[in-house]
């Protein structure tokens, strides 16, 4: 069975290349990792009962039964092993998050907020542990069991996302300068990538805090460009948005819709000059299945700028049944409304 020395000095080999190659640290991690061979004993691996401890890395691990697939056992035991080590390093953060993003996903709720929050969550990059691999494997022939041992190195994994917040807080710096004279969508569209990057931000954080050894303590992104913040969502609230319903069926729609932008902070106007027109119809088709009634509904929005381009189309269907058809109609408006309101969140976001 490979000894945990054995291992160490992999890991030293694998540090060796990343050193010189800096730019190509998370390619190299890969390409100088080498897959473990399998060990076989007719019991336990000993650093099944008694992880290695050696002040650099983070381990766990996994196993799982082998039912004629050998590599689908080592791949399950992998995977479990990986997260084993990932449940020992979570660590709950003190203290309530202030962003904007926050502020979303925690107002009341409505749709048209869902949608925002969600397209910000879209576009922040997923961050990972790229210095963890598989040190070990071994298979238990008397209980027909593979087990695996996932590593990290947690200071190569601090070093490397301290880089990358480095890397985020310098973006920010630079929308911290933007030019104050800015107003409406033209300060929107310039200040809208502090959000996504204060998001990205504290997933970084989130990350950095598992793996930190107790480094220099710096001011969360959320309170550092807080200001950042502050003057988007006030040049959001500036914005003139305005509905058009399409017809008197339309117009119920209408109230729901609004009350969303709303509540996001939109400023909602009827006449004047505009930064969004948004324009929706819909139609409701009953159809009778004694002793049920069922409603379908088709609505359709198209989002224009101030210039009168179309910047975003799209449709949603849905379908609700009841008793009585005036209640099928109701619940396949409001569902509607619903369905409407969370892309219509999400397509504003984007066309900003």
């Not at 945990?4 to 080999?13: H, L, P, Q, Y």
């Amino acid at each position: 069975m490979k000894t945990v020395s054995e291992a160490d000095a992999m890991t030293r080999a694998r540090r060796l290349c990343m050193w010189f190659f800096t730019p190509l640290l998370v390619v190299l991690v890969g390409a100088c990792a080498v897959s473990p061979p399998e060990t076989e004993s007719d019991g336990k691996p000993e650093w099944v009962i008694d992880l290695p401890e050696d002040g650099r890395h983070a381990w766990g691990v996994g196993s799982a039964p082998i039912h004629g697939d050998a590599g689908q056992a080592r791949q399950t035991a992998s995977d479990r092993a990986r997260n084993d080590l990932l449940s020992q390093l979570r660590v709950e953060i003190e203290g309530e998050t202030r962003t904007w993003v926050q502020r979303l996903r925690d107002s009341d709720g409505s749709e048209v907020t869902r949608g925002y929050s969600d397209q910000i969550r879209a576009r922040v990059p997923e961050v990972s542990f790229d210095e963890m691999d598989i040190a070990e494997v071994a298979v238990d022939e008397a209980e027909n069991v593979l087990y695996a041992l996932a590593r990290l190195d947690l200071p190569m994994a601090e070093m490397r996302l301290a880089t990358e917040l480095r890397r985020v807080r310098d973006k920010l710096d630079e929308l911290s300068r933007v030019d104050a004279d800015k107003q409406g969508m033209e300060a929107v569209r310039a200040l809208k990538p502090a959000v996504e990057l204060i998001a990205e931000g504290e997933e970084i954080e989130r990350h950095l805090s598992m793996v930190s050894r107790g480094g220099p303590e710096r001011e969360p992104v959320a309170d550092a460009y807080s200001e950042v913040l502050d003057r988007l969502a006030e040049a959001m609230a500036g914005l003139r948005i305005a509905l058009r319903p399409a017809g008197d069926t339309a117009e119920s729609l209408a109230s729901a819709l609004r009350t969303g932008l709303v509540e996001q902070g939109m400023r909602i106007v009827d006449e004047g000059e505009l930064d969004l027109l948004v324009e929706f119809d819909f139609d409701i088709r009953e159809v009778e299945r004694a002793p049920d009634f069922f409603a379908y509904a088709e609505g359709r929005v198209r989002i224009r700028d101030g210039e009168d381009r179309t910047t975003a189309e799209f449709s949603e269907r849905v379908r609700e049944g009841a008793t009585d058809p005036g209640l099928a109609r109701d619940r396949v408006t409001r569902a509607l409304a619903g369905q409407l309101g969370r892309t219509l969140g999400e397509e504003i976001w984007s066309s900003l």
